[in-house]
């Protein structure tokens, strides 16, 4: 379990902070997750993805910090610029604006919509593999991520949609 943690990490991780957004909060979550999926390594079947056990329990703690917290807002956003995404590749300086811009624009999604792009459009997952850590239907993750594109078409400038 944990040899395995270590190369689902960086993807827990993005997800924990997208799911927050806040990094303090993202790193909160990933330390419960980690020690959660510590308590519970004899409920996950070998050979499935660690990442995607790892980012259901992620999902599950949030909701349940939600809850008692009684937040139902994506208040106290950080900007994207505070957030250090952890790649392996160094991008080259434009691409590191672009997507700087982009996620900016992603965080100011609802939170519904921005795990649903976390999952999907961020981590490459499929629509039934989101809906499942989501614990949604599969047609709420493509209605979710529908209203995404919608919003972030209408925020992106002329000029960036059209150079790229």
Request: proline share 4%; charged share 25%; glycine share 6%.
């Amino acid at each position: 379990m944990r040899d395995g943690m270590q190369d689902a990490y960086p993807a827990v991780w993005r997800f924990c902070v997208s799911l927050t957004g806040r990094r303090d909060w993202g790193e909160d979550v990933l330390q419960a997750t980690c020690l959660r999926a510590i308590e519970k390594a004899d409920g996950f079947e070998p050979g499935t993805h660690l990442d995607r056990w790892m980012m259901r329990i992620a999902h599950r703690l949030w909701l349940n910090e939600l809850r008692a917290r009684k937040v139902r807002t994506g208040g106290g956003l950080v900007p994207v610029e505070d957030i250090d995404v952890a790649d392996q590749k160094t991008p080259a300086a434009e691409t590191n604006i672009f997507v700087s811009e982009v996620l900016s624009q992603i965080n100011t999604l609802p939170d519904a919509q921005r795990h649903a792009v976390s999952l999907v459009y961020v981590e490459g997952m499929s629509y039934r593999e989101a809906a499942d850590i989501m614990e949604i239907p599969i047609g709420t993750v493509m209605s979710r991520l529908a209203a995404a594109r919608k919003t972030l078409n209408q925020n992106m400038p002329d000029q960036k949609r059209s150079s790229r």
